[in-house]
């Protein structure tokens, strides 16, 4: 059975007690304007159900909920050891969990208990391996196979064109979204099934395009206590990689100007900020433009924790509050397949990275 | 509620009945995804960072709760919303973001929160004549942020800036800490608009000046939403400084830094930033320069040849008190802490009580003030520290700004009531005004009859003519007594 980090009652506290310099950088509370998901209402609301002066009810759950886990909440904390998203997190799944669900959530958990993906039927038939030897897995992830499979198959023909040898297992969700409704007997399913596939097919690297699967094989999987025995390994360092040794070679893309769309994750999480622009920067003939808040400072597309799906209204107001960041001019890139569907909109097409080195190694 | 948390100072509620219709009737006017009797809004909309709101919380309570939040996007809805509750003579509060110090949004006799944190644009910027119009409800960082996207600063810092609103700060009459240079929000308000509780929209002229009787929109300043509920401000901007200076001097007493400071003042320089530490707050903020000497730390900016001029006039006059120059770095550490306030809830948790006071100072009491209440604080049983800075100056005078620190043991909120009898006892007995930019809230409203006299009469007759069904705010700014809160 998965493990549940204990709530860190100190810390939990610290933000409870505090006034919240915090606030302006929460995309929840600006969006929604409610005090109830700012982040010491939150942390107050699950510290007093902690202290048994409170029992979840749908209310309470829907506001401790309300956390996109973008962690910019920890720009201006002036607690470096709190990490607040993950305090909630634990607070409503832990010990003293939460015994409710909330109704937003159970189309996607049943389809995540179905289909083991949050999504709903996904095709079958995906595993392949390519090479006489296997180096990685290379693990699409359920939003890239159900919004934008393109990526998929394009990152499949750059490994080819690399001559790497890469294995596709029948994949499982990673199990994060299972944990963020609270479904631990779900998780433990799932990371057990991932586990067996990765280490059967003999890889040494499991490479992820999609940050919340890396940061769920890399982090949470230790965490609830699940050892995957292969390094975890970001998409944009991998692919960046390939570059530096020469075994892709892009070519020029008459793109014009392109921001980068710093992910929560790969810049707040995986310190992961400078790669994806030397990568986009091996791409001769766009012009790369940094938006209004960008690496670490990067303000949230309002795809975290699975909102899209199951608080699509504030997912949008985030995504659109985001969009204000950028050149209008300018054609947006990122390394995420959620933060890709919830900047697609009016403003044009938005790239994953893999994409656009696709284009400029593939499309001559 | 589904849960039953216990409320302590909750004088009275509206009848359930009422209060369903005032929210099916909000509901009409305003869609009902803005109207809510939601458990967790109920919660979160009933407190503010007053103190005792964090004894409480540890404890399992709160202070009282309001019945329903509602968040109006316009200053219409703003309107209809305070309609709807004069004629149903529902209780008002309300609420930008919660981070006042005394009180002042806790809903006493339950009621209808506004929380107007969807007010949140910058409505235009006048580049001519250098002023901005913007909703009360837009987060300070974020006003603050967009300026400058746009060239401009606020010139308003307070320490709340990321956690405060606009609507916040014309209420209580905040300051920022440039404000020797910027001048406190009041200085910074060209006019305000307010929406009173019978509905009437009204707003000031955007003019730098008039001669046309009382400006009544700058009634609203100050008044903590007992007259109505402040939706937009015109508010003078500057342009980005082209350069800033900073220096640290020490002083052997805390009375040389005073008379230079003073001086400062008199002879026409105007730093952004002054900030006088006695020698245990020194020793607090600024390790480095040690426990003995008092620290005094200036922040100059703008036109090069004018803040260049500026500190050659500062130099002279410091030099005059045996000031020792200890750079810039200190002013650069300063300018990286100055919004942290982390020590709040760590003290919080290991049973302390700690808070800030801040009263206002002629030249001739700025020293005495100090002194009598530093002691009066420490004569406490329980006082463990009671240090004190002087942080916002002027020609006239100064604010001194006191922390507290004390471990009472079981009886918090009667050692809270302490601190606060002995600070504005000794306060007033110094003839200082026992607010300079907190305001006054729930708790200070007891010593409002001492600072005002029949000034207080005066502004509860305005409060009537103003707010005949007692709706707004009830039990703040000392208008009337809250029985479970006595002194």
Known sequence: MAKIKKVDMEQLLNCALCPNLCRCDCPVLQVTGREAVAPAGKARQAALVQESYLSWNKELLEAVSNCLGCRNCTLLCPFPDLNLCDELLHARIGEKKADINLPEWEPYLNNLKKYSSPYGRKESGMAEVNGDKVDIVYFAGCTSLANNVNSVEMAKKLLQKADVGYAMIEEDCCGYPAETWGDMDLVSRLAEENCRKIKDSGAKKLVTSCPECWQTFNERYPAWGYELEVEVVDGPSYFLGLVREGRLNPHSLDFGKISYHDPCIWARTANMVDEPRELLGSIPGLEVIEPYASGKETHCCGGGRMFQLSFPETAAAVAARRLNDFNENALIATACPFCREALQGEKGQVFELIELLAKACLDR | ?487
């Open chain 2, 1 to 487: 509620m589904g849960n039953h948390i216990k409320t302590e100072i909750q004088e009275k509620q509206v009848a359930q009945k009422v209060i369903d219709q005032y929210a099916h009737l909000a509901a009409d006017l305003i869609g009902e995804d803005r109207v809510s009797a939601n458990e967790a809004d109920l919660l979160s909309n009933c407190r503010d960072f007053w103190p005792v709101s964090n004894i409480w919380m540890l404890e399992g309570y709160v202070p009282a709760l309001p019945q329903l939040v509602v968040w109006p996007k316009n200053k219409e809805e703003v309107s209809q919303l305070l309609k709807l509750a004069n004629e149903l003579m529902v209780p008002v509060v309300p609420f930008g973001e919660g981070s006042g110090t005394l009180g002042g949004v806790v809903p006493v006799n339950g009621g209808v929160v506004i929380d107007l944190k969807k007010m949140n644009r910058i409505i235009s910027i006048d580049d001519e004549s250098l002023m901005v119009t913007v909703e009360s409800g837009m987060n300070g960082a974020l006003y603050e942020e967009q300026l400058n996207r746009a060239g401009y600063t606020g010139g308003h810092f307070p320490q709340s800036l990321r956690c405060s609103t606009v609507g916040g700060w014309l209420a209580c009459r905040a300051a920022g800490q440039f404000s020797t240079r910027y001048g406190k929000i009041e200085d910074i308000t060209v006019s305000l608009e307010a929406v009173l509780p019978d509905g009437t929209i009204f707003s000031g002229r955007s003019v730098p000046r008039t001669a046309t009787g009382p400006r009544l929109d700058h009634l609203f300043l100050g008044s903590e939403g007992i007259l109505g509920v402040i939706t937009a401000a015109t508010l003078r901007i500057w342009p980005l400084p082209e350069k800033r200076l900073m220096d640290t001097f020490t002083f052997a007493e805390l009375e040389e830094g005073l008379e230079a400071i003073r001086l400062i003042m008199r002879s026409g320089a105007r730093p952004a930033v002054v900030r006088l530490y006695d020698a245990q707050e020194t020793g607090h903020h600024f390790p480095e320069l040690g426990d003995k000497r008092c620290g005094l730390i200036l922040l100059i900016e703008g036109n090069e040849k004018i803040i260049t001029a500026e500190r050659e006039v500062i130099k002279e006059i410091v030099s005059r008190y045996g000031s020792v120059d200890e750079g810039e770095e200190h002013v650069r550490h300063w300018l990286e802490n100055r919004f942290n306030v982390s020590v709040a809830s760590k003290l919080f948790q290991k049973g302390a009580v700690l808070d800030t006071i801040e009263v206002s100072t002629n030249w001739h009491n700025a020293f005495s003030t100090y002194k009598v209440m530093q002691n009066a604080l420490m004569s406490l049983e329980g006082t463990m520290l009671a240090s004190g800075h002087y942080s916002h100056v002027y020609p006239d005078g100064a604010a001194l700004y006191l922390t507290t620190v004390g471990f009472p043991g079981e009886d918090k909120v009667g050692y809270y009531k302490r601190i606060w009898q002995a600070a504005m006892e000794s306060c007033l007995a110094e003839n200082a005004s026992i607010s300079h930019h907190h305001g006054i809230g729930l708790h200070r409203g007891q010593w409002m009859r001492e600072e005002h006299g029949a000034g207080l009469d005066l502004l509860m007759r305005v409060k009537q003519s103003m707010d005949r069904n007692e709706i707004m705010n009830p039990g703040k700014l000392g208008i009337a007594e809250v029985s479970k809160w006595p002194k």
